[in-house]
């Protein structure tokens, strides 16, 4: 007889899935990268297979690449523990290890990695019986249809519901975690208020903007800079009086110093100008190693052919 499954009361984070690739880690106390074989993953870590000892507290830096053709996963990890003997297939000799610093895109591939992994009615290695059942990468013995197709259905429902709850913790905040002491950014959400009519399309616009900064907040916060300075617009005007390059360049080399940033926002306030235009003003909470500060912050908005982007950004202390 099998376990009964039930993943309803476990944190999207918190689940992990069978996965077979390589991984190179890098140790500061060695000039050499280490490459062991993964045994599963999740939002917060992952298993690597491994006859070694690693002291739990190590930090190291890892990089792989999910499956072929998929971006390769980049980040900083430390060890956790580590099981000495095989305890069968399910438990193989090795060691775990905490996610403590992701690149934004490393975070969106593992999580549709085991979105579509519950999708398609795999069993999480945490749940699975002695005997694995199958699942979409590790095949061992055949599913019939219907009970397949059950689970798959019932699956696709809870992890769609975790999913959700995970990105959205609660009904006032958006939250944007990643594993350990890394920084995290919170975006207010407002108050939904389903008798106001949509004019104009207002609410689609208010929307569109809150997404934009949910973006932008995340993309500084991780330092994925690209994707941070592709929230503003061509025409952005610096408030220095800074050319728009010389400004990139500044902003690139400030990203790039060594130490973890973190972004937190507060009470957002929306004004639509015109159709094309608008104005988001909130607190900003901002920290750095030997830093912080918290201030008030404006953006003028712009919506072009690309979507809402930062045309000016004003800031007062407070």
Same mark, same amino acid.
């Given at each position: ?142 599913? #019939? ?5 059950? @689970?798959?259905?019932? !699956?696709? +429902? =809870?992890?769609?519901?975790? /999913?959700?709850?995970? *990105? ?119 920290? #750095? ?5 918290? @201030?008030?912050?404006? !953006?003028? +908005? =712009?919506?072009?052919?690309? /979507?809402?982007?930062? *045309? ?7």
């Amino acid at each position: 007889m099998k376990e009964h499954i039930d993943i309803s009361d476990i944190r999207f984070e918190s689940l992990r899935v069978p996965i077979d690739c390589e991984v190179e880690l890098r140790f500061e106390a060695s000039s050499e990268p280490v490459r062991l074989t993964a045994a599963n993953i999740s939002m917060s870590g992952m298993f690597l297979r491994s006859s070694r000892r690693y002291v739990p507290g190590t930090v190291c830096e890892l990089d792989f690449e999910l499956q072929p053709g998929e971006p390769r996963v980049r980040g900083e990890a430390e060890v956790l523990w580590h099981r000495d003997r095989d305890g069968g297939p399910d438990r193989p000799r090795g060691v775990g290890i905490r996610f403590l610093d992701l690149e934004l895109e490393s975070k969106y591939a593992i999580s549709r990695l085991v979105d579509r992994y519950l999708q398609l009615g795999g069993v999480p290695v945490q749940l699975s019986t002695v005997e694995r059942e199958t699942s979409p990468w590790h095949s061992r013995r055949p599913f #019939s249809v219907p009970i397949w197709l059950a @689970v798959a259905f019932g !699956l696709g +429902l =809870i992890a769609g519901f975790i /999913g959700s709850q995970w *990105l959205l913790r609660s009904p006032d905040h958006t939250s944007m975690e990643i594993t350990g002491d890394a920084p995290r950014a919170f975006i207010t959400r407002p108050h939904a208020t389903p008798e106001t009519p949509d004019i104009g399309g207002r609410d689609v616009q208010t929307s569109a903007i809150r997404t934009l900064i949910k973006e932008w907040t995340e993309a500084w916060s991780g330092k994925h800079i690209d994707h941070y300075l592709g929230c503003y617009s061509e025409r952005f005007e610096p408030s220095s009086g800074q050319s728009l390059a010389t400004w990139k360049v500044q902003r690139r080399n400030r990203l790039n110093r060594p130490g973890e940033i973190g972004v937190e926002i507060f009470e957002i306030e929306i004004e639509t100008l015109t159709p094309d235009r608008a104005r988001a003003r909130f607190e900003q909470a901002f920290t #750095s190693p030997g830093y912080r500060d918290r @201030v008030t912050k404006t !953006l003028e +908005l =712009i919506k072009e052919d690309r /979507g809402w982007k930062i *045309l000016r950004e004003e800031v007062s202390q407070q």
